[in-house]
């Protein structure tokens, strides 16, 4: 799959999921350097890829998914990003993030490996995002064609709460 970054091509590396996938398992590192395991996680799920989220259009998308997660009952939901867990930890401490977990990919590369989320010219992660429902059954997926632009709130919150 091709995607922009200020409209010039870039390469995604990894196989794409789709609605209706099994949600693929992967290990990523929390902001304690401990490894969190998607199969350890439970209930409805909201999983954001994004390539800094210290970046202007990271920062607002964590910081708007993290005022609007308590409108849902019962979903976590993940940004996970190549940061490294210190500037991750630095900047939810920052921007008071309490509703949204940040996640490292820094390590193994699996969320970008099994989501189809790399950006194989730049070693990011592009922006996407995916809502998994508490069987693992993917429910939602978009992948962003421009990853300077912003995901579909309302679409995804949507898909979130009509999970099951």
Same mark, same amino acid.
């Given at each position: 799959?091709?995607?922009?970054?200020?409209?010039?091509?870039?390469?995604?590396?990894?196989?794409?999921?789709?609605?209706?996938?099994?949600?693929?398992?992967?290990?990523? /590192?929390?902001? @304690?350097? #401990? $490894?969190?395991?998607?199969?350890?996680?439970? =209930?409805?799920? &909201?999983?954001?890829?994004?390539?800094?989220?210290?970046?202007?259009?990271?920062?607002?998308?964590?910081?708007?998914?993290?005022?609007?997660?308590?409108?849902?009952?019962?979903?976590?939901?993940?940004?996970?990003?190549?940061?490294?867990?210190?500037?991750?930890?630095?900047?939810?401490?920052?921007?008071?993030?309490?509703?949204?977990? /940040?996640?490292? @990919?820094? #390590? $193994?590369?699996?969320?970008?490996?099994?989501? =189809?989320?790399? &950006?194989?010219?730049?070693?990011?992660?592009?922006?996407?995002?995916?809502?998994?429902?508490?069987?693992?059954?993917?429910?939602?997926?978009?992948?962003?064609?421009?990853?300077?632009?912003?995901?579909?709130?309302?679409?995804?919150?949507?898909?979130?709460?009509?999970?099951?």
């Amino acid at each position: 799959m091709t995607i922009k970054f200020d409209g010039n091509p870039l390469s995604l590396v990894g196989e794409q999921v789709k609605v209706g996938d099994v949600a693929p398992d992967f290990t990523a /590192t929390n902001n @304690d350097l #401990k $490894d969190v395991y998607f199969k350890d996680t439970k =209930g409805v799920r &909201i999983i954001l890829t994004v390539p800094s989220i210290d970046t202007p259009v990271c920062d607002l998308e964590t910081r708007t998914f993290n005022s609007k997660a308590t409108s849902i009952p019962n979903v976590s939901i993940y940004t996970i990003s190549m940061d490294l867990p210190f500037a991750q930890s630095r900047w939810c401490a920052a921007h008071g993030i309490k509703n949204v977990t /940040t996640l490292s @990919d820094y #390590k $193994d590369r699996l969320v970008g490996k099994n989501y =189809g989320t790399y &950006i194989k010219e730049l070693g990011l992660l592009t922006r996407a995002a995916f809502v998994v429902d508490s069987t693992n059954k993917i429910v939602y997926v978009e992948y962003l064609d421009e990853i300077t632009e912003q995901p579909n709130y309302n679409a995804i919150l949507k898909a979130a709460s009509e999970a099951k």
